[in-house]
């Protein structure tokens, strides 16, 4: 005897070739579509009718980047529309399909804690541990590439205000991830990952959605690519510190 589907799971079923089309690994299809639903069927926040529309929208964007929903990315209903949302771990994988990328570092900077920045870039950090390090005042998202050189992206607290006024509630439970997400999705914008990957990423920005599957012959594409590492304004560092040390440093071991 053959089960009826759910409305929810009809819903996906239905449109199972876009999906699978949109997937950056086709053979990872079967895979894909069981852990998408095994996630959303029980996501009872997800079933209503008038989320439908928007719910389609977020599992493209899924699809797109080729993430586990429920361990690399969340579908969050708020505001009467399904948003699909990066977590940290998710953000990671995808710097890492970055051409030549070896590893991904993120690290917090807090107001009492030195630093020392030279042309756009922390060249030296001493952490703290415990509440002496102060407010948090920056986080610094690094890509490392396998030849050796670092693209670099730093927010600043207003970014992070920016950013946090969109609402998602982890900014509450979790916010030291949630800085170094978004420290992770701002370098995304200056690193050349391809063309679907990037399109997906602003899709989530933005809220909308393009079902163009990707192109077996597409090359890596750099969407904002600065002529000069980006500068940051940060709070000014404990007084004791005069002079930046030369442009070196050793690198950073992997952080998750």
Known sequence: MTTALTP????IE??????????????QQDRFMAALMTYVGPERSLHSPALQESLVIALYQVAKLGLDPGVDCYLIPRS?????????????????????????????????EHYVMSKGRVVEHRAILGPARGALVAAVAELHMRDGSVIERIVDQSEIEAAAAKGQAAWKTNASEMWR????????????????????LDDI?????????????????RRFA???????TLPAA????????AD?????????
């Open 226 to 232: 600065p002529s000069q590492p980006t500068r940051m």
């Open 80 to 112: 009467g529309k399904v948003r699909c949302e990066l977590g940290y771990k998710g953000a990671v994988k995808v710097m890492l399909r970055t051409p030549g990328a070896s590893h991904v570092h993120t690290y917090l900077i807090h107001e009492n």
């Open 181 to 200: 997400k978004t420290a992770l999705l701002r370098l995304a914008k200056i690193v050349p990952l391809d063309s679907q990957t990037a399109g997906a």
């Open 205 to 221: 920005e933005r809220g909308t959605y393009d079902v163009t599957p990707m192109e077996t012959t597409q090359t890596p594409t």
């Open 8 to 11: 929810i799971a009809a819903l």
């Open 238 to 245: 404990p007084a004791a510190i005069a002079t930046a040390p």
């Open 248 to 256: 070196t440093e050793e690198a950073d071991p992997w952080h998750e």
């Open 14 to 27: 239905k449109r199972r070739d876009t999906l699978t089309a949109l997937l950056p690994d086709r053979s």
